[in-house]
Structures are given as structure tokens and as C-alpha cells.
T-cell receptor, first 113, second 116 residues
Framework: NAGVTQTPKFQVLKTGQSMTLQCAQDMNHEYMSWYRQDPGMGLRLIHYSVGAGITDQGEVPNGYNVSRSTTEDFPLRLLSAAPSQTSVYFC????????????FGPGTRLTVL | SQQGEEDPQALSIQEGENATMNCSYKTSINNLQWYRQNSGRGLVHLILIRSNEREKHSGRLRVTLDTSKKSSSLLITASRAADTASYFCATEARTTSNNAGNMLTFGGGTRLMVKP
């Protein structure tokens, strides 16, 4: 199993550009989520999904959009990039029942100029 | 705002010593989890302790949970240079929402350096 994969690993954008961060998992996990991690800080939840067709907002959803058309994929869209979105983005997946560990992807390092 | 706060923010010890990290949180929880992050990598799950448990062991890891004080500690015994990493606690809040799944809230982490 590849686990959780993310692409790209690195990305540089200009202010106002849009892009999609890709996330895929091959563990048939119902729950998927996106976090951002800023320097010296923990992870903050952006959006999450408990299954195909179901998404919800986390702590810091503004400026981001998600969709979940399949169990495997959970892309994160930046609608109009801003310097404040410079961060490292992590995707994670798990079984949806309480008490399950989350499996993290390797992260995407995004810089917005 | 973050649910958990780790203490200390940074810890430097010699190989062979024990490392203790603490985590405090604010709301009622179903469980508390500890994750490790090596520099530039994703997080890796270490151990989970449920709200009705007080102590749990896994290899060189020992986790305690005090729900009355809303706090947890992670002890790494006989540390090794390879234990150098950031350690995060994460809480799964008790919620009645069916759509919350197992949403986690992370603390700011403790950066551990183990010197050879």
C-alpha cells in the first residue's frame, strides 16, 4: 500500500493564482482531512470529510475549497492565493469511527509570493 | 484556537536520559493521541489513550491521562539520538455531531533534541 500520497511536494505561487493540492489514499478510509502547519506551530484543520459526497469546515477554512467525489481522493483548492497561505499542507486519512489513528501524507510546502 | 498546549516547547537531553512532555487541553475528550514528526516529514501516530484509561505503555513510551486536570504526559525512556523530533498531542473531542468523525485538534508540539 502506498498509504497517503500528496502532490506536488513543493509549489510556488504568485498572489491571486489558484491551484489544487492533490491527496489520495489507498486504505479505503472514510475520513480524510487537510491541515496546515505554520513554522513552529501545530496543525490546524482546514476541511474534512467523513465520506464521499460529504465535506465540512474545520478551524481555518477561508480561502480553501474541497470536494470528495470518491473515497480515495480529497483535493484541496486554493481559490486566489495570498501570502498568508504560505504554509506546509498535510493530508490525513483514517477510519471514521472514534479512536482511530490518522495516517498522514508527506506534505506539500507552498510559498505564495 | 488550539485545543492542546504542550510543555515544554523545546527539550534538549543526552542519549540515555528520559524525556517527559506534557499536554493540556480544554474540553471533554473521547481520546488523546500522541504523534511524532521528523523534520520536514508528515506525522506518525505513536500511541492513543482513551478517556477511561489512566496509563498506557508501548515499548519505551509511557502515556498518562488525567481527565480531572485535562492533562496528559508522554515519557520516552532511555532516549536515543533517533528520537530527535517534534512531538504533538492531539485530542478527539466528545461531540454529538455525526459528521465529526474522529476530528483531531493538535497542540503546538514539543521539539525534542537528543544529543549523542
Amino acid at each position: 500500500n502506498a498509504g497517503v500520497t500528496q502532490t506536488p511536494k513543493f509549489q510556488v505561487l504568485k498572489t491571486g493564482q489558484s491551484m489544487t493540492l492533490q491527496c489520495a489514499q489507498d486504505m479505503n478510509h472514510e475520513y480524510m482531512s487537510w491541515y496546515r502547519q505554520d513554522p513552529g506551530m501545530g496543525l490546524r484543520l482546514i476541511h474534512y470529510s467523513v465520506g464521499a459526497g460529504i465535506t465540512d469546515q474545520g478551524e481555518v477554512p477561508n480561502g480553501y475549497n474541497v470536494s470528495r467525489s470518491t473515497t480515495e481522493d480529497f483535493p484541496l483548492r486554493l481559490l486566489s492565493a495570498a501570502p498568508s497561505q504560505t504554509s506546509v499542507y498535510f493530508c490525513a486519512s483514517s477510519r471514521v469511527r472514534s479512536g482511530n489513528e490518522q495516517f498522514f501524507g508527506p506534505g506539500t510546502r507552498l510559498t505564495v509570493l | 484556537s488550539q485545543q492542546g498546549e504542550e510543555d515544554p516547547q523545546a527539550l534538549s537531553i543526552q542519549e540515555g536520559e528520559n524525556a517527559t512532555m506534557n499536554c493540556s487541553y480544554k474540553t471533554s475528550i473521547n481520546n488523546l493521541q500522541w504523534y511524532r514528526q521528523n523534520s520536514g516529514r508528515g506525522l506518525v501516530h505513536l500511541i492513543l489513550i482513551r478517556s477511561n484509561e489512566r496509563e498506557k505503555h508501548s515499548g519505551r513510551l509511557r502515556v498518562t491521562l488525567d481527565t480531572s486536570k485535562k492533562s496528559s504526559s508522554l515519557l520516552i525512556t532511555a532516549s536515543r539520538a533517533a528520537d530527535t523530533a517534534s512531538y504533538f498531542c492531539a485530542t478527539e473531542a466528545r461531540t454529538t455531531s455525526n459528521n465529526a468523525g474522529n476530528m483531531l485538534t493538535f497542540g503546538g508540539g514539543t521539539r525534542l533534541m537528543v544529543k549523542p
